[in-house]
């Protein structure tokens, strides 16, 4: 395939889920539907990486591809823990809905 048809189908692609994590995040009423925004937006943030990778010329060296991989491993990380945490408020609420656990600080 074209290099540039690559870039311009990696691009559409970090266009197309940056623009549904941003919309779940600001109309998500429950928990999972956030983390699944943000999980989301982290995989666009990867979709960019991959982007650049394609359009940049040096871009073929091992470095790029170790911090690509890194990338992609602080966002499985950073999902699992907030998986946990979101288990754990279940847990003691018994429920995700952002508005019930907005009246419930303190």
Do not use: C
């Amino acid at each position: 395939m074209n290099g540039e048809i690559l870039a311009a189908l990696v691009y559409t692609a970090a266009v197309i889920t940056g623009s549904a994590g941003l919309y779940g995040l600001l109309t998500a009423r429950s928990l999972l539907r956030l983390l699944v925004s943000a999980e989301l937006l982290f995989n666009t943030i990867v979709l960019i990486a991959i982007y650049i990778g394609a359009v940049s010329p040096s871009a073929g060296s091992s470095g790029f591809y170790s911090v690509l991989l890194t990338v992609i491993a602080l966002t499985i990380v950073e999902m699992a823990i907030l998986l946990a945490i979101v288990v754990l408020i279940y847990r003691t609420r018994k429920t995700l809905a952002v508005r019930d656990l907005r009246e419930a600080k303190g």
